[in-house]
């Protein structure tokens, strides 16, 4: 039966660094410490000595792994040692302030104690920064973190035959009337779902705006084929 989760300790690090070393799976070593995998993978991830210069040291090493762990445990402390900087770090998140932002302005307004934009994230996403829900005024508005270094997947959005570089020479040169370029300006979600659509007349540069109340595509394309009907 797992036991209720806690941090790992020195003499579970000793084990896994000597059972690694051996060529134990993670799976048995989860099983032997009554852990789950993931824990196993996470702390290895996490805590594993890294030298680009000397490739050959790299590795687990339980006192390494140990001060990594450490170290990172007393950033975050920081936020929960300090209440005033604690306060400061919420208030400025809640009125849309990103964590780069945050520590950046700690940083050039000299603060006694600075932490950074990673850790504000840490501290945002952990069990005191869920009780308040913080994550949702962060700038992906997300339960659970993205990892760090995941890359987003897009298909092609766009067909390469309308790119914006074929336009017709008329149309690129304005030399003829009736070409309109529009753009959508999009706002913070606290303030609605309300976004304006701007169209110009390449010759004449005729303005025209459009309010609409729908993030959704087909509201504002309808709103576009009114406009352009009148």
């Not at 914006?164 to 070409?179: E, N």
Request: proline residues 3%; glycine residues 4%.
């Amino acid at each position: 039966m797992k036991r209720t989760y806690s941090q790992i300790d020195m003499d579970e690090r000793r084990k896994i660094a000597r059972w690694r070393s051996t060529g134990i799976s993670v799976d048995v070593i989860a099983e032997k410490l009554h852990r789950h995998r993931s824990t196993i993978f996470r702390e290895l991830r996490r805590n594993a000595f890294v030298d680009e210069k000397m490739p050959d040291l790299n590795g687990y090493y339980c006192v390494t792994a140990n001060d990594m762990a450490r170290e990172r445990r007393a950033k975050l402390r920081k936020l929960a040692r300090f209440s005033h900087l604690r306060q400061s770090v919420i208030e400025r998140i809640m009125h849309g302030w990103s964590p780069q932002q945050i520590a950046g302005r700690l940083q050039l307004e000299r603060h006694p104690v600075s932490v950074s934009h990673e850790t504000i994230y840490k501290f945002a996403y952990s069990a005191d920064g869920h009780a308040i829900k913080l994550w949702r005024h962060l700038p992906e508005h997300r339960a659970r973190r993205r990892p760090r270094h995941a890359k987003r997947r897009h298909g092609r959005r766009f067909s390469p035959d309308v790119n914006i570089l074929y336009r017709p020479d008329t149309v690129a040169a304005r030399k003829q009337f009736g070409h309109w370029e529009c753009d959508l300006i999009q706002f913070r979600k606290k303030f609605g779902k309300a976004n304006v659509t701007s169209l110009v007349e390449r010759v004449s540069r005729f303005a025209v705006f459009l309010r609409n109340n729908d993030r959704q595509s087909r509201p504002v394309m309808d709103g576009l084929g009114v406009a352009l009907m009148v």
